[in-house]
């Protein structure tokens, strides 16, 4: 119950698409949806984060997509650069500083 | 502002050692948590510290511990090493611990046991 889903395990997307990964949760309890992006080598790194109140937010090229009846939330990257290209983490928080992370997403964006 | 620096940033043990990570938050940063990262379990929340009280901890053996200091900085040991321990070893600091706070990793130790 402690899990968080996160599809696909990789992505490849040209550039300017729209890079979509899906995170799906069954603990209610949880009450703070953070992304973080990785690059190899380095510590993930916060993007942006939702509430369970909001449906939405939109932070420059980020938004999360919050669906709280359906448990559900996904991270839209708008004209996704090959910059982009990294491992991307759903996160969802029970206490503290103490988050639940998804598997992971493989992000490509070829030029 | 300085990140979160961790040292040492690569270290090789063999099983049965055991091993002493540290890690120095952000200034006026007075959380710190520690996360394992491997590629078959993903990033797995170790403990939280926040005042140099132990305020989380995830479900990892006795053979993992941690410590704060007065000044925030961090170690994490882990005794009695076993090959499954190779990981990437993540800290990371906020400001306080809570609800909406934003959390700054390191690079993190990459610890290999042989």
């Known amino acids: 119950q402690q899990q968080v889903k996160q599809s696909p395990q990789s992505l490849i997307v040209q550039k300017g698409g729209i890079s979509i990964i899906n995170c799906a949760y069954e603990?209610?309890?949880?009450?703070?949806f953070p992304w973080y992006q990785q690059f190899p080598g380095k510590g993930p790194a916060l993007l942006i984060a939702?509430?369970?109140?909001?449906s939405e937010k939109k932070e420059g090229r980020f938004t999360i997509s919050f669906n709280k009846s359906a448990k559900q939330f996904s991270l839209h990257i708008m004209d996704s650069q090959p910059g982009d290209s990294a491992t991307y983490f759903c996160?969802?928080?029970?206490?503290?500083?103490?988050?639940?992370f998804g598997a992971g997403t493989i992000l490509r964006v070829k030029s | 502002k300085a990140g979160v620096t961790q040292t040492p940033r690569y270290l090789i043990k063999t099983r049965g050692q055991q091993v002493t990570l540290s890690c120095s938050p952000i200034?006026?940063?007075?959380?710190v948590s520690w996360y394992q990262q491997t590629p078959g379990q993903g990033l797995q929340f170790l403990f939280e510290?926040?005042?140099?009280?132990?305020?989380n901890k995830g479900n990892f053996p006795g053979r993992f511990s941690g410590r704060q200091f007065s000044n925030s900085r961090s170690e994490m040991n882990v005794s009695t090493l076993e090959l499954g321990d190779s990981a990437l070893y993540l800290c990371?600091?906020?400001?306080?611990?809570?609800?909406?706070?934003?959390?700054?990793f390191g690079s993190g130790t990459q610890l290999s046991v042989l």
């Open positions: 990371a600091s906020s400001l306080e611990s809570g609800y909406n706070e934003k959390l700054f």
């Open positions: 603990n209610t309890a949880f009450d703070y």
């Open positions: 939702i509430r369970p109140d909001v």
């Open positions: 996160a969802a928080r029970i206490s503290g500083n103490k988050l639940v």
């Open positions: 200034s006026g940063h007075r959380s």
């Open positions: 510290y926040f005042s140099e009280t132990q305020r």
